[in-house]
């Protein structure tokens, strides 16, 4: 099943149960899902979906520190219960180790060596590890292992 369709059986779900927060981060997500489609006259499928949960994550994490910072815990609060729906469905995140094991085979692989192939580098293993790793901490363990 798709995590479109996953997410649509989520909501169908929430409905049901009466579930009135957890339904509302849901139709977020399809929302956001929804607008990507109509935009780009597009059918996502499943590796675009993970980007734009990737991409929503992000913009709660930052909601939450600046909310924090305000003082704000009402907003921190539903900031934390959104991410923790879109965390749902996201894929299991890998260890350090792991996405370091990944970027190693990935450079023997294209054969990349120097900092001037940086972007291919980061294009490759975005796609493998897209929603399963920080794609900035990525990028550090990238930088530091082509810089050596």
Known sequence: MSLKAQLT???????????????????????????????ERIEVD?????AILDKMCKQRKDS???????????????EQLELSVIGEFMPAQLSDAEVADIISVSLKELGISSMKDMGKAM?????????????AQVSKQLKSLLSA
């Not at 339904?23 to 109509?38: F, Q, S, T, Y």
């Not at 499943?46 to 993970?50: A, E, F, G, N, P």
């Not at 939450?64 to 539903?78: E, H, Y």
């Open 64 to 78: 939450i520190t600046q909310f924090a910072a305000a003082g704000r815990d009402d907003l921190v609060a539903q």
């Open 9 to 39: 059986e989520a909501m169908k779900d929430a409905m049901r149960a009466r579930e009135k927060d957890r339904l509302g981060a849901i139709r977020l997500i399809l929302a956001d899902i929804k607008r990507i489609e109509v935009d």
């Open 123 to 135: 294009a490759a293993l975005k796609e493998k590890l897209q929603g399963r790793a920080d794609m």
């Open 46 to 50: 499943d590796t675009r979906v993970l």
